[in-house]
């Protein structure tokens, strides 16, 4: 009995052993089938074959400024169709990082956009200048997805923008922007042709900038006329892009005349003017911001009745730059941040410097004075003499009467202006700026040269 119970439990034991060896072996022969497996007939190690992961199809709306989602995560490995719909009142495209998208879509409609499996963190966005940096951003988070070591990290676009050299001169054959304002004209109905194009203009000496224009011009042209005068303006775009027009002396449905039109298209904006003032107009296309700051705005000039006369009349707007790359548009991320490269007069940097305004001695002037912004506030002072009538947003704040009063600076916020009188009582330079000193520095710098004064020392054209 005992001996048949050890008998059995050897036997035990030994198919035990042999169940241990067969599992050995099936490891074995495993690991050799696996080994083999990642050879390919040339006994070179072959690539692991990672497993399918299903694509997917997002919904992504396009709106005026915003993407949404403004994020997606999504798995390694997946294949994405994008369906994009344009919810907005404006065109916009939609691109990813890696090149794939679509030229722009009018608003309400769609387009489908497929990627190849992203094994890598990635974005995508609305390639229209200025409309990524205004928030039309997708972040998207491939989950899994490595981030290698010493990858580059991105230069700021500051490091490439274009600089101004305070010392520099124009060139020889530079000519200033004439700051004469003219008369009113007889008219009473105005038609008016304006043309929105970008175009490179110098806006500093050896400074050039993509501007977005009105006629090609920064500011754009004066407009002039008396209370109760119709205004047609025909404003067609020749640019690349969405632009629109919104004058301040109007009272206009903004989602009518105010709209944005498409490159090749034209509307007819008219207004008839009601009230009397210096105001601003420029292109409203969102980002508003974008297409002010690269140079969309101008002066229109409503005369108040019973405008007294003057030996002659200027009209001077001021304005900030936010340089790009040279030839290139301006910086919106700088706007944004009102981080402005220089304050300019009438669109170039010192402009009345190099080509200073000549006067005469006891002669009575008047200077229009507009802060086109887009956000930075003007002070505009003339050093050497007072203003006796200053004129402030439809309002007289001072005139020459009994009491004396004298005035020293015309303050504006952006879109504000008006007009200050004022006689100079002998030959000389006198220089005008913002009383921001800060900004003078920075291009906010102009002379009258008055009677026969030198004015070699301006280094002047």
Avoid at 44 to 69: K, N, Y
Avoid at 152 to 169: C, F, H, N, Q, Y
Avoid at 344 to 366: A, E, M, S, T
Wanted: charge should be negative; glycine fraction near 10%.
């Amino acid at each position: 009995m005992r001996h048949t119970r050890e008998k059995t439990l050897m036997l035990k034991s030994g198919c035990g052993f042999v169940a241990g060896i067969a599992a050995l072996m099936a490891m074995f022969i495993s690991l050799v089938l696996v080994i083999s497996g990642s050879m390919n007939p040339s006994g070179t190690h072959a690539t692991a074959s990672l497993p399918a992961v299903a694509p997917m199809t997002i919904d992504i709306e396009l709106g005026d400024m915003f993407i949404h989602p403004s994020s997606i995560s999504i798995p390694t490995g997946t294949a994405v169709t994008f369906h994009v719909h344009n919810s907005g009142v404006m065109a916009h495209d939609f691109r990813t990082e890696a090149g794939v998208g679509f030229s722009a879509i009018q608003p309400g409609e769609s387009k489908d956009v497929t990627t190849s499996p992203l094994t890598a963190i990635s974005s995508a966005w609305c390639t229209i200048a200025g409309h990524k940096q205004a928030g039309m951003l997708l972040a998207i988070n491939v989950i899994g997805a490595p981030v290698a070591a010493g990858s580059p990290v991105a230069v700021p676009s500051a490091g490439l923008d274009a600089v101004i050299d305070a010392a520099a001169m124009p060139s020889a054959g530079w000519l200033g922007r004439d700051p004469l304002l003219h008369a009113a004209s007889n008219k009473t109905v105005h038609n008016i042709a304006f043309d929105a194009t970008e175009s490179i203009i110098e806006v500093a000496p050896g400074v050039t900038q993509e501007m977005w224009t009105f006629n090609g011009m920064v500011p754009g042209p004066v407009l002039r006329g008396n209370i109760g005068d119709t205004f047609r303006i025909t404003l067609t775009n020749k640019g690349k892009m969405g632009h629109s027009i919104d004058f301040h002396a109007s009272k206009v449905a903004w989602s009518d005349q105010m709209r944005t039109i498409l490159p090749g298209e034209s509307l007819v904006y008219e207004f008839t003017a009601q009230f009397a003032g210096a105001f601003m107009y420029h292109c409203g296309t969102g980002p508003a911001l974008h297409h002010i700051g690269n140079g969309m705005y101008g002066v229109i000039i409503i005369d108040p009745p019973h405008l007294a006369p003057v030996e002659k009349e200027f009209f001077i707007t001021q304005s900030e730059l936010y340089l790009g790359p040279q030839g290139q548009p301006g910086d919106l991320t700088k706007m944004i941040n009102e981080q402005w490269d220089a304050v300019v007069f009438n669109g170039y940097f010192n402009q009345y410097k190099f080509d200073p305004i000549h006067v005469l001695p006891g002669k009575r002037y008047r200077i229009w004075v507009l802060n086109d912004g887009p956000s930075e506030n003007s002070a505009f002072h003339i050093v050497g003499t007072i203003f006796d009538t200053v004129y402030k947003e439809g309002a007289y704040l001072l005139r020459p009467d009994a009491t004396h009063g004298g005035s020293q600076v015309l303050d504006l916020q952006p879109a504000q202006g008006g007009f200050v009188e004022f006689t100079f009582a002998v030959d000389g330079l006198y220089p005008f700026v913002t009383h921001k000193f800060a900004n003078v520095g920075k291009g906010a710098l102009g002379f009258f040269v008055v009677g026969n004064a030198d004015a070699s020392a301006l280094g002047n054209h």
